[in-house]
């Protein structure tokens, strides 16, 4: 939840698109529909700004939010709110990937940070292949909103598309995430105490620990 900005991080990525569909939904207009998801966007920074809230995801927010709707009001077509976010799941999904090929997945430069691991759990095989295995995860999030989301675009389907959009935005993402915590958390023999194991499969003890006899 932390990683989303808890409930109201939540609410921020998801209300102003909800807002933006249903009301294209409700009056057809690019233009409203436009406003009203910028203007409940930019609402949330303000409300973050008096409260002396970090700004940094909210504004976020609001950029993402007023590109994608300078996009649609462009293009005179509602699915175009929802165009720049394939290229975001498209640069995010090659670049998970390119970091399981060369071993370094981006899921254990986060989790690792996090659990304090720094980059220990590198030297470590069994830790390196569960933090490939929840980056892997995050891949096929990517992937399946472009598989998903992709033939509704094409076959012009504002509701679909926005309500898909919707469901494997935040929540699919903040899921996939705790999953991935959990496949990757150590076990009671790894760490920054236990053996690491080197690509010629032997073993040797991890910093602080005594050799075994």
């Given at each position: 939840m932390a990683s989303v900005g808890g409930l109201r991080g939540i609410a921020e990525a998801i209300v102003p698109a909800l807002v933006f569909l249903v009301t294209f939904v409700v009056t057809t207009d690019i233009w409203t529909s436009a406003i009203w998801a910028v203007g409940l966007a930019a609402l949330a920074s303000?409300?973050?700004?008096?409260?002396?809230?970090?700004?940094?995801?909210?504004?976020?927010?609001?950029?993402?939010?007023?590109?994608?709707?300078?996009?649609?009001?462009?293009?005179?077509?509602?699915?175009?709110?929802?165009?720049?976010?394939?290229?975001?799941?498209?640069?995010?999904?090659?670049?998970?990937?390119?970091?399981?090929?060369?071993?370094?997945?981006?899921?254990?430069?986060?989790?690792?940070?996090?659990?304090?691991?720094?980059?220990?759990?590198?030297?470590?095989?069994?830790?390196?292949?569960?933090?490939?295995?929840?980056?892997?995860?995050?891949?096929?999030?990517?992937?399946?909103?472009?598989?998903?989301?992709?033939?509704m675009y094409w076959a012009d389907d504002v509701v679909a598309l926005g309500t898909a959009r919707l469901v494997m935005g935040v929540p699919l993402y903040a899921l996939v995430l705790w999953f991935g915590w959990l496949v990757s958390r150590p076990t009671a023999d790894s760490g920054p105490y236990s053996y690491t194991h080197r690509d010629d499969g032997e073993s040797e003890p991890g910093p602080g620990v005594e050799p075994r006899v």
């Open positions: 303000v409300l973050r700004l008096i409260q002396r809230q970090p700004l940094t995801q909210a504004l976020a927010g609001v950029i993402g939010v007023a590109v994608s709707a300078a996009v649609a009001l462009l293009q005179g077509d509602a699915r175009g709110y929802y165009v720049i976010g394939f290229y975001v799941s498209a640069a995010y999904g090659l670049a998970f990937a390119v970091s399981m090929a060369f071993k370094w997945p981006i899921m254990g430069l986060i989790y690792g940070w996090i659990r304090g691991e720094g980059l220990t759990w590198q030297k470590d095989l069994v830790r390196r292949k569960k933090y490939q295995i929840a980056t892997f995860l995050m891949v096929l999030v990517f992937a399946s909103r472009l598989i998903v989301q992709l033939p």
